[in-house]
């Protein structure tokens, strides 16, 4: 009778601990984590923020390129590296993949009101399924601006 008793509590406490980690790890599938990097489409789509340093509207849109790397176009409805004008495209060649983050050294701004071209650094980090944080540095990395964007659009 002791023996049934203790391989019962043994049963119980094993289906339990099953339980709870399966459980625990339903929590925690739709976010990505250290050990679940997002798969390089995470970042595809169209995505809208909103510039914390000028209250601009900023608009990127990125896609995967044929060999893996990924193309970014954007807008802003102001862009204080120039002049403070809506007259500038921002545009990526070469983002790749690095770990949870998409990066490029190629974040071109052309100000299509004087002429002028910015290059910065570019790291998208991903914050949730529909959440990517844009950082930008200048390339002897001093920070440059951090805008979130949501994902409008369908993958």
């Known amino acids: 009778m002791k ?4 391989v019962a509590v043994s049963a119980a406490l094993a289906v339990a601990a099953a339980s709870a ?7 925690t599938g739709d976010r990505p984590s250290a050990r679940h990097a997002p798969a390089a489409r995470q970042f595809v789509g169209y995505w809208m923020g ?12 990125i896609t995967r ?10 807008r802003d ?12 495209i921002v545009t990526v060649g070469d983002a790749t993949p690095s770990g949870r983050s998409l990066v490029s050294d190629n ?19 991903v914050v949730d399924r529909n959440i990517i944080r844009e950082t930008l540095t200048t390339q002897s990395g001093d920070p440059v601006d951090k805008i979130i964007f949501h994902r409008v659009s369908a993958r």
């Open 107 to 125: 974040f071109v701004i052309s100000c299509t009101n004087n002429g002028q071209t910015i290059s910065l650094k570019l790291r998208y980090d």
């Open 50 to 61: 909103i510039d914390p340093l000028d209250g601009g509207d900023s608009r990127r849109g």
């Open 21 to 27: 980690a399966l459980v625990a790890n339903a929590a």
């Open 3 to 6: 023996r049934q008793l203790v």
């Open 77 to 88: 409805t102001v862009f204080t590296l120039c002049d403070g004008t809506d007259r500038a």
């Open 65 to 74: 390129k044929s060999g893996g790397s990924f193309a970014v176009i954007g």
